[in-house]
């Protein structure tokens, strides 16, 4: 028998709108859209997405789509030590990304090219992708059209 093993910690789906508030993520996820939330009263760009704004604690927020380009700001590689079901996928290289047009810097994995071939400034695609257990998340992809770097 083959033992699979969870690809999250946390066992219940926790993206649909009777688990969470901000099921809306998600849901523009799907569709091949990035958002988050923005707070009304004081502009802040909230993220992750937010029930509530940090700064004025008030919960007058609105949806705001992000942009799905950016640059590399800082990479690295995992090359042993794999989080707990994803021993196969080594090397797995993660990095920051400043958003093209947004004062936010992601987080997230990064696929479409081995580490030895990234560079600080390059340029990155968000993309949606499927997790096995059927939800749904970001990464960043670097392919032939946007892999040019800052300094060229």
């Known amino acids: 028998m083959k033992r699979t093993t969870p690809t999250a910690f ?4 926790q993206e649909e709108s009777q688990q969470t508030r901000v099921s809306r993520f998600f849901e523009e996820l ?5 958002s988050t939330t923005r707070c009304r009263k004081d502009g802040a ?5 937010r029930v509530a ?9 609105e949806w ?7 640059r590399l700001y800082a990479f690295s590689a995992v090359l042993v030590g794999a989080p707990l079901g994803m021993e196969q996928d080594l090397p797995i290289t993660v990095g920051l990304a ?4 947004a004062p936010l810097r992601l987080f997230g994995r990064i696929v479409g090219a081995g580490w030895e071939r990234l560079s600080v400034g390059q340029r990155v695609r968000v ?8 939800r749904v998340f970001y990464r960043f992809r670097v392919d032939g059209g946007l892999a040019e770097n800052s300094s060229a």
């Open 10 to 13: 946390d066992f219940f789906p």
């Open 30 to 34: 799907r569709a091949g859209r990035l």
């Open 45 to 49: 760009l909230l993220w992750p997405p």
């Open 53 to 61: 704004c940090p700064r004025c604690h008030g919960e007058d927020l």
């Open 64 to 70: 705001v789509e992000l942009p799905l380009t950016g």
């Open 98 to 101: 400043d958003l093209e047009g």
């Open 127 to 134: 993309e949606p992708f499927a997790v096995p257990d059927e």
